[in-house]
């Protein structure tokens, strides 16, 4: 895919929309030049606003599409915006259930144009079915209360961190956006239901017993939406340990109004029951606060009575950073150093 | 689809693999013509046996597939009986995830005579998100302590016996046999992963409050290959009834040697939790078990104890009937009556 990419953010409102954009910010920085955004967009990267014709004389390689509204599909108001991006000489990154070509107009115009369509959400193999058989090596998955809250970026840093210390780990992606930040990994979600653990296995195989891969969770297994995907991740991914990630200031599920939100033992207390089926070692080593949403002076209290309540360690990734999760692991501070 | 049936069997050794043939056969037992079987099959319907030419003679329309191996291909063994199935005039109908024009020699077989290839598993739609929205109607959905042991074959005859009662129900089918016994439905299974729970909230409607949809399950909560679609299906489904299907003679869930079955008191136990998700009154009302593996004597002592441990009706749909489960789903025996 060429880069660097202009962000397209179309106009979403509701930064939890956005999370493919705030992770290629915060994790692949290099590689942005800016953000696109259509009027009534209401969520803002800090990066400089580039239109297509800017974005291409400023070297940009391709426009990437940022937001992913649920049902994943292109939006009527996206296709211009899209299509002026190919005429500009960009080519297109999606990772929206909908492939872009299914779009007459995007078709049209990349063939005309030349131009190429990166639809990095649809694997280009097939996977077999799931065995539940133990694989050798450790894995960390991250769930969730909910979608959107930071499964992601928990991974990345605990995976970060882990590397930082010597230890030998790999973030395992597992969505549209981990993908493209990571270069590799599976769309979970975007498998065929029959192979949901299938994939979760093949995404993690069988290591040496001091590796560690971290594996990014997806959906929460409250979800009467992608349930299914979370817990066929879970049993195929194997866990040793899992961290919940939560966010203290929703009032229900994303997109749902009529659904309550989980509390974190009631997640943590669900994860691990159904973990056991395929990993009897499965425990939760802590906890992740996406505490963002929260008002001033909220935040302490929260994380107090949140450690309180699990009598597990728990921590904002972006303000705490990831050392107490990791030290839950039990590996050394130094591990190359050990290992030398 | 072009009936009658020629049912082939490949070289299946294992009932449960075949459980597509039996479907049709119980179900659907006047568009079965016969039986085509490889040498080493030990499976047998009990049907004529006819080689194709012999079928095409007898004016059979299509030969089905009726053997379902895990993951869901075409065999290397199969490609001659099926390319010559459709050089006698046949064609051919599908259950398995792989489409039969995948294999370059059925394509070209059945661009040459003209012939159709059915791959009744690949939806022709695409299905929203799921809600979690409770719907009007009335839903009861089969689950199982493990795969083909009776899932469809209960949902089937409950769907019969509530229509003999005179109450309002439909069959839902979930899966390809029951798809081709009923002519439509969603194969759950071969939906992309984000989408199970929505195609199932599709396949059964917001109906009248008295009307039941009697729901095939799949898979198996317990499985690590399957279980997330058999919990995208029990949230899509929001079942008021939940009737738990078992097999008593399996010392390991099938193709899986190293995982255990689940007991069905845990099984129902899993089930009614993860169902409150989305339906709060969800509650088993019985247990449906399947006996043909049992030697003889022991049918009768493995129901009694299975009363005893779970306190529910317990019953062998293919003994018994399903009487004492639509019994306690507390509708009439006269529905029509007492409606008219």
């Known amino acids: 895919m060429r880069r660097p990419y202009l962000l397209f953010l179309g106009a979403a409102t509701d930064p939890s929309d956005a999370k493919t954009a705030f992770g290629l910010r915060d994790w692949c920085r290099d590689d942005v030049a800016g953000q696109h955004r259509l009027p009534g967009c209401a969520v803002d990267l800090g990066l400089p606003e580039l239109d297509p014709a800017a974005a291409a004389e400023a070297g940009v390689g391709s426009m990437l599409i940022g937001v992913a509204p649920v049902g994943g599909r292109v939006e009527e108001a996206w296709i211009a915006p899209l299509v002026s991006a190919l005429r500009c000489g960009l080519d297109l990154v999606s990772g929206l259930h909908q492939r872009l070509e299914e779009v007459p107009e995007i078709a049209e115009a990349a063939k005309e144009t030349g131009r190429d369509l990166h639809n990095v959400r649809h694997a280009t193999r ?35 961190e882990l590397k930082r210390r010597g230890v030998d780990a790999d973030f395992r992606a597992t969505g549209q956006t981990g993908l493209m930040i990571a270069g590799r990994g599976v769309a979970i979600d975007a498998v065929v239901a029959d192979f949901i653990a299938g994939a979760a296995e093949w995404l993690s195989p069988a290591a040496d017993p001091d590796h560690w891969d971290v594996i990014e969770g997806q959906g929460s297994l409250h979800s009467p939406a992608y349930a299914g995907v979370s817990l066929g991740l879970l049993h ?39 973990a056991k089926r395929t990993n009897p070692a499965a425990r939760v080593v802590g906890v992740s606060v996406n505490t963002s949403g929260l008002a001033e002076g909220r935040r302490g209290p929260v994380l107090a009575a949140l450690r309180q309540e699990t009598k597990l360690p728990v921590v904002d990734p972006m303000v705490e950073g990831v050392a107490e999760l990791c030290d839950a692991l039990s590996v050394p501070h130094h591990a190359a150093a050990g290992a030398a």
Not at 133 to 153: E, Q
Request: proline residues 9%; positive net charge.
């Open 236 to 274: 195929g991914s194997q866990p040793d340990a899992l961290v919940v990630c939560h966010d203290p200031g929703r009032e229900h599920m994303v997109d749902l109004p009529h659904v309550p939100m989980p509390g974190v033992n009631e997640a943590a207390e669900l994860a691990v029951m159904l």
């Open 126 to 160: 097939s996977f077999p079915v799931g065995t539940g058989r133990k694989r050798p090596g450790k894995r960390l998955l991250t769930v969730g209360t909910d979608c959107a809250l930071g499964k992601k970026y928990t991974a990345l840093a605990i995976a970060a």
